[in-house]
């Protein structure tokens, strides 16, 4: 893919400053990492703020942050790239597009993968699961470091709720350009329907569409509850946001300062949580007071029996399947 003229512009000049810089950084033993984003939402924007303030402190001064938000170096696909290189040092993007770097990231696509909010966190605060996932990109020259919730895709419908899954029998419901989404409504007993985002809303007021899924935000922020009425708590997806470093920027800090930044990025990943879980609360009360849907939870147990053929065909992935696994056998111990 051709990069944007300003993006190699932005990657040559990064890349002389970094080489020029270099001897003067061991020199003085201070570093400055480059961390940028694409468009966030406000309490992973506030983590990642939190985290340079955080590892400013911990380091004693020796490690500042300087900021490059809301897509100015492009999409998470080219921040990835970005990345690689050690144009950036540091940046977060969704688990969803990880997949496309290391298999065992696709693994968090799966539907109905945790029992609940409670077992996702478990599973994504576990190292012993973890970190053969954040390692498994290191030959690309980063690593994983930490992770953000995302929060949950539920459905949402406009003539009536999703109780069951035979609710879903024949309804068209629109999803993102997935296979693994297209499966899962497949499974479901729905009729998918692929339509980018900016259309649904028109879709669900003409009836074209009989619901859609996502997070709770679609419902008030892109106002979706103005033509649905019924929001259905089945959490079908919890897809992390992944916390990314470069190697090569991780490796040549000191052990004092690499403890400095794991130190605040699990503390802005408590940070984020926290306010994450207060955002949701919010906009679950919006939907219920200022939009009039109905909000209803489910038992996901039949759901996850009818997405298992999916997991039937995981098993010709042995890694991915190892992962699954693991992720399953946490849920049994609460």
């Given at each position: ?29 201070n570093v400055n990492i480059k961390l940028a984003y694409a468009q966030n939402s406000q309490p992973v924007k ?111 419908t406009t003539d009536e709720p999703i109780h069951e899954v035979s609710d879903l029998e024949g309804k068209k ?148 399947y190892s992962l699954y696994q693991k992720i399953k056998n946490t849920s049994s111990n609460h």
């Amino acid at each position: 893919m051709t990069k944007p003229a300003h993006t190699k512009a932005f990657l040559a000049a990064t890349l002389t400053a970094l080489s020029l810089g270099a001897s003067a950084v061991h020199a003085e033993n201070n570093v400055n990492i480059k961390l940028a984003y694409a468009q966030n939402s406000q309490p992973v924007k506030d983590a990642l703020a939190k985290f340079g303030s955080l590892v400013e402190e911990k380091s004693g001064g020796s490690i500042s942050v300087t900021y490059f938000p809301d897509s100015q170096l492009g999409g998470e696909s080219e921040l990835v790239e970005l990345l690689q290189t050690g144009a950036i040092d540091m940046t977060k993007v969704s688990g969803g597009l990880m997949g496309s770097f290391s298999p065992l990231y696709s693994v968090f696509s799966m539907p109905y993968l945790f029992d609940g909010e409670r077992h996702f966190h478990d599973v994504m605060s576990n190292p012993d699961i973890m970190n053969d996932v954040y390692q498994s990109t290191k030959d690309q020259g980063f690593v994983g470091v930490g992770w953000y919730d995302s929060g949950q895709r539920n459905f949402y419908t406009t003539d009536e709720p999703i109780h069951e899954v035979s609710d879903l029998e024949g309804k068209k419901i629109r999803v993102m350009q997935s296979e693994k989404a297209v499966n899962t409504m497949k499974l479901l007993g729905a009729s998918p329907v692929v339509m980018s985002q900016e259309e649904v809303y028109t879709a669900l007021q003409q009836g074209i569409l009989d619901g859609a899924e996502n997070n709770e935000f679609a419902l008030t922020a892109a106002r979706h509850g103005e033509v649905v009425n019924y929001y259905t708590l089945d959490g079908h997806t919890r897809i992390p946001d992944i916390i990314l470093f470069n190697s090569n920027t991780l490796s040549s800090l000191t052990d004092p300062q690499r403890e400095a930044v794991m130190s605040a990025i699990d503390e802005s990943i408590q940070f984020q949580l926290e306010q994450w879980s207060q955002s949701v609360e919010e906009a679950r009360k919006s939907i219920k007071d200022d939009f009039n849907v109905e909000i209803n939870e489910v038992d996901i147990s039949p759901f996850q029996d009818a997405v298992q053929p999916m997991y039937d065909d995981l098993k010709s992935h042995p890694e991915q399947y190892s992962l699954y696994q693991k992720i399953k056998n946490t849920s049994s111990n609460h």
